[in-house]
């Protein structure tokens, strides 16, 4: 169980969860002698929405993405100011902080990340006007099987972590630190704040690592909503100041804010190559650097 938390303190733990989910609609339709529950439903979703690309790609993933972002962030936000429920603190890495209390910056951050989310619409909007293929996403009724899927989002994920992380370390450089500046007001970071940033880190280094990918491989759009939800899920866990169960470790970027000069990338793969951990590596942080499966909380006593 050890070996599987450390790998999947690198490997998203979401991609386990995906292929368990999987294999038990698998059993469900082998059981039943049914057609294939998740095509099933793109078809129906086909059914109600068309074959407009337009509808899917600009539309669809941006109100996806959004509504799924501050739903979660804001239930994170709601739980820590109201101090509910109490067994959260347990998970809190840095203990006695709670910049949501803080309502003069949480506008603040609320109407920067709606700033950001609204330039992501217009800059798909007319990229789409330009070239409707700009994210080399296909709306095909037929979906791609499992292992086609499981390939492409692992594609998305290796080229996240290389975008993101030499743009990320770029903009620590001091020449362009102020493009980046806003983003680490946060020592302690509260969900919501992932992307509060200005609008070029925003385009540099939250969209284009995500998105990248699927040029790579021509994403079925139903493996881009799986990805930008794990994309969304991890980002707002990393920054919500707490190492939750069954989620990926958000340590590592927590410790990034913390130090500010160390920890560049999403999942550490070259921080590693490029010995970026610094003292990540000697902390007591990075020895509780794990998925929990359990609902034992990590100390860093």
């Known amino acids: 169980m050890k070996q ?8 998203n733990p979401f991609f386990f969860y995906y292929s368990v989910i999987y294999g038990i609609s698998k059993v469900y339709e082998t059981s039943f002698h049914t057609e294939s529950v998740w095509q099933m439903c793109w078809d129906r979703t086909r059914e109600t929405f068309g074959d407009d690309k337009r509808t899917y790609i600009i539309w669809g993933l ?62 798909s909007m007319v990229a789409y006007k330009l070239d409707n293929n700009f994210l080399g996403i296909s709306i095909s009724p037929e979906l791609p099987t499992f292992f086609i899927t499981m390939r492409d989002l692992l594609i998305c994920f290796f080229s996240q972590e290389i975008f993101f992380y030499y743009s990320h370390r770029m903009l620590h450089y001091k020449r362009f630190y102020w493009l980046h500046k806003q983003h680490h007001e946060f020592i302690a970071p509260i969900a919501i704040a992932a992307e509060y940033c200005g609008v070029v880190e925003h385009i540099l280094s939250n969209l284009l690592p995500v998105v990248i990918g699927f040029k790579f491989v021509n994403a079925h759009v ?24 069954f989620m990926h470790s958000s340590r590592l970027h927590d410790y990034h804010h913390l130090k500010f000069n160390v920890n560049y990338s999403v999942y550490g793969f070259l921080d590693k190559l490029h010995g970026t951990y610094g003292h990540f590596e000697t902390s007591k942080s990075y020895k509780n650097h794990r998925t929990l499966f359990s609902l034992s909380p990590l100390k860093d006593d």
């Open 222 to 245: 139903t493996t881009a909503v799986l990805w930008l939800t794990i994309v969304i899920v991890t980002t707002l866990s990393d920054h919500s100041g707490y190492h939750l169960p």
């Open 62 to 123: 941006n109100a996806y993405t959004t509504i799924l972002y501050w739903t979660l962030g804001f239930i994170i936000i709601i739980m820590e100011r109201m101090k509910r429920p109490k067994v959260l603190d347990n998970y809190k890495i840095q203990a006695n902080t709670n910049e949501t209390e803080n309502n003069e910056k949480l506008i603040k951050v609320v109407r920067v990340v709606f700033r950001n989310q609204g330039v992501a619409l217009i800059i």
């Open 4 to 11: 599987l938390e450390r790998i999947l303190s690198y490997i």
